[in-house]
């Protein structure tokens, strides 16, 4: 079954790669050996494409995106399709992290505001000569606080079990530690 390589993916890149190196898959099964019983052999075309396929396990190894990025440059290529793509792929990655930080950050700026609100109403409400109408604005300024900080726990407990404890190898964001 063919499959469409999605634009800037391992996919699209080592398909890209396969279209510019003669040879094509079989070569870069060639030019990245795996050891077998203490030899080298060639790997399978089929394990080179399975190494852009999400649907399977298998990840191309550091050393054979390298190596395949130079062999698509001596072959006339323009660029370096392999990092060009972890590039992209970095990038992607920090830009949802800094945006799950900024969204953290807005909402940690409105629940110091609503705490601070809430500190404040509470103070007139226990002051002596206290009125109901402050009592029920304390009321009001403590909920609104408590809605504003339950905000910020699904951006604080990303990648964490129903009971808010980050599971093993994650960290606060939901990043793999």
Known sequence: MTKRHAPLTIDAALARVAGQIPGAWKRMGELCPRLDHGELKPRS????RNWGDPDTPEQIPLDC????DIEFQKAGGDGFPLFDTYQHLIDIAI???LACNLELARRTRAAIREGGEAHDALVAAILPGATAAERAAAVKEVLEAIEELKGTLPHLTEGAGPDG???EGTSPGGDKA
């Open 45 to 48: 075309e089929r394990t080179i």
């Open 65 to 68: 995106a390298i190596i395949l």
């Open 95 to 97: 830009s949802e992290k």
């Open 165 to 167: 404890v980050l599971r």
